[in-house]
């Protein structure tokens, strides 16, 4: 006969299964904007794909662009890829703290209404 796992043990897996997933969707995200900047830099700067690759990560990572003597259409593109760029990394951020910030609530009950006495 197996032994029935602990509520500890039952919040641990659940901790570490939301954490794989929402690891997948910043990993998603990423790849989606990364993808995105990389398309863009080709598109109106025809840059060839390794530079465009760098840019976008550049852009993503926060460090700013590489190339910036940039076309008009280019500067247009580079600047609403770096607004965009910097909401993503603020809700990659989120994304990956939500599941440890949910497991910190379980394990201080802050998640139980207060009893009316």
Same mark, same amino acid.
């Given at each position: 006969?197996?032994?029935?796992?602990?509520?500890?043990?039952?919040?641990?897996?659940?901790?570490?299964?939301?954490?794989?997933?929402?690891?997948? +969707?910043?990993? *998603? @995200?990423?790849? #989606?904007?990364? =993808? $995105?900047?990389?398309?863009?830099?080709?598109?109106?700067?025809?840059? /060839?794909?390794?530079?465009?690759?760098?840019?976008?990560?550049?852009?993503?990572?926060?460090?700013?662009?590489?190339?910036?003597?940039?076309?008009?259409?280019?500067? +247009?593109?580079? *600047? @609403?890829?770096? #607004?965009?760029? =910097? $909401?993503?990394?603020?809700?990659?951020?989120?994304?990956?703290?939500? /599941?440890?910030?949910?497991?910190?609530?379980?394990?201080?009950?802050?998640?139980?209404?207060?009893?009316?006495?």
């Amino acid at each position: 006969m197996q032994k029935e796992p602990s509520t500890r043990d039952k919040h641990r897996r659940a901790f570490w299964r939301r954490m794989f997933i929402h690891s997948g +969707i910043a990993l *998603g @995200l990423l790849c #989606l904007s990364l =993808g $995105l900047g990389i398309w863009g830099y080709k598109h109106y700067e025809h840059l /060839p794909w390794r530079d465009a690759f760098l840019n976008a990560a550049m852009l993503l990572g926060g460090m700013g662009p590489v190339k910036t003597d940039l076309s008009e259409p280019g500067k +247009i593109f580079a *600047g @609403l890829y770096a #607004l965009y760029a =910097g $909401l993503v990394v603020i809700a990659v951020a989120g994304i990956l703290l939500g /599941p440890g910030v949910h497991h910190l609530m379980h394990h201080v009950d802050w998640d139980e209404p207060p009893e009316d006495e």
